[in-house]
């Protein structure tokens, strides 16, 4: 024993006395430990002890629910003062048959079901505070004790239940707590029959939404990969089509190559021609500037063949350009953004048509025949002097004179 009890026998009263001063010591710190730490002097827990049964004709009770509702945000002005009429009915309520309740929750659960002389409850907004106040956790065991529940609920077979369905089932286990645990308790009133059937209709709302929502999902995902698809083969044209003109530019590459071969044949046929006739008037040999006419035929004939191979290389050049601007412009407005990317990079590297066809006509150009760029009949030219068309055609008279008068003589 920590205390003892002693008896007076002059005034018949009995006193309390500590044995063991350091036991005081200890309780004293502990109670100053817990009014240190513990909530007392919240204003919503001092008011909650309003809802005690035993506080029911309190003088300042009406006040503290007063206070309590006003703290409530889905509380309006005008049940704020309905509060207050209601808590003095309650004051006046006859609650002796009510006491018998070892919980105040289930205490409040029969006064609530009071009914007014009209069928109505008593006390509507009233019994919408006293629930808010009492659902108020005053500690973490209940969300503890919670999660322990819907680990059960769940289980391992349904770890894809969904959230609704979650809280539906939890709170049809919180009601059968009220009776026992066992459905068969449970009243079948007409609010629970209608609100049996709303459940159902909004369940059957709700999937037929999630159908909806899972067809317009599946069809979008059909959209883009028909969409893929055609992009797919596009990029597969476009890049036969990249294939076909870079082998096209291969190919006129090489007739570039052909046409220049030909070119520098008839201008060095033209250049000896034209020096064995030089020599054929000096000498005044028939035979000599006759050969000589034919070496100059022969040579113009294949610069003239040049010319109008030249002149077809760069209407291809041309054609080859266009279609490569047009596959640009193709893959850039049809293709992704990082799929044109790669497929546009290597026809972005290579040159533009007129810049081709400029390569190519000018592997003549380089030696003196920039005319011919300019669809003007080629003329010898050497270290970029001109020599001009007349001296050339009076030289050729010349020598057709002289090959005259050597028929005449």
């Known amino acids: 024993m920590l205390i003892m009890s002693v008896y007076c026998t002059q005034c018949g ?29 919240n204003k919503v827990i001092q008011n909650a002890s309003c809802l005690n049964p035993q506080n029911q004709k309190q003088w300042n009770s009406n006040q503290q629910i007063r206070d309590l509702a006003g703290q409530l945000p889905k509380i309006s002005t005008e049940e704020l003062a309905s509060v207050s009429d209601e808590w003095r009915m309650y004051q006046c309520l006859d609650t002796s048959s009510f006491r018998h309740a070892t919980r105040v929750d289930h205490y409040w659960r029969d006064v609530f079901k009071t ?3 009209d069928g109505q409850k008593k006390f509507p907004v009233l019994e919408k505070v006293v629930k808010s106040i009492l659902i108020l956790p ?3 065991a209940d969300v503890e004790r919670g999660f322990s529940v819907n680990r059960d ?52 709302a709700r999937k037929e939404k999630e159908k909806l929502e899972n067809e317009r999902l599946e069809q979008e995902k059909k959209r883009k990969m028909e969409e893929e698809k055609k992009l797919q083969k596009e990029r597969e044209r476009a890049a036969e089509e990249k294939e076909s003109l870079q082998r096209k530019e291969k190919r006129l590459e090489e007739k570039e190559d052909e046409v220049k071969d030909e070119y520098d044949l008839g201008k060095a046929i033209l250049e000896d ?40 290389i760069r209407e291809k050049w041309k054609d080859i350009g266009e279609r490569k601007s047009k596959l640009l412009d193709k893959v850039t407005r049809k293709v992704s953004p990082t799929s044109s990317k790669g497929k546009s990079s290597d026809i972005k590297n290579k040159p533009p048509s007129s810049e081709r066809s400029g390569k190519g006509v000018s ?36 020598g057709h004179s002289e090959k005259s008068k050597c028929h005449k003589k």
């Open 13 to 41: 009263k009995a006193y309390f006395q500590f044995y063991f001063p350091g036991m005081m010591l200890f309780y004293t710190k502990v109670i100053s430990h817990l009014q240190k730490n513990l909530p007392l002097g």
């Open 273 to 312: 021609g034209q020096k064995e006739l030089a020599k054929g008037i000096k000498a005044k040999d028939l035979a000599l500037i006759t050969k000589a006419n034919v070496l100059i035929e022969t040579g113009k004939t294949k610069m003239a063949e040049a010319e109008k191979q030249t002149k077809e």
């Open 115 to 117: 009914k007014s002389t």
């Open 153 to 204: 609920v769940i289980g391992d077979d349904r770890p894809d239940l969904e959230m609704d369905a979650l809280n539906g089932l939890r709170l049809s286990k919180e009601v059968l707590k009220m009776y026992d645990g066992k459905p068969e308790k449970v009243p079948l009133t007409r609010e629970l029959i209608n609100a049996v059937a709303v459940a159902r209709t909004s369940y059957e």
């Open 363 to 398: 592997k003549i150009a380089s030696e003196g025949q920039s005319s011919h760029l300019k669809n003007k009949p080629l003329t010898s030219e050497k270290n970029g002097k001109d020599q001009p068309d007349r001296k050339r055609k009076s030289t050729e008279k010349k």
């Open 138 to 140: 005053h500690g973490n």
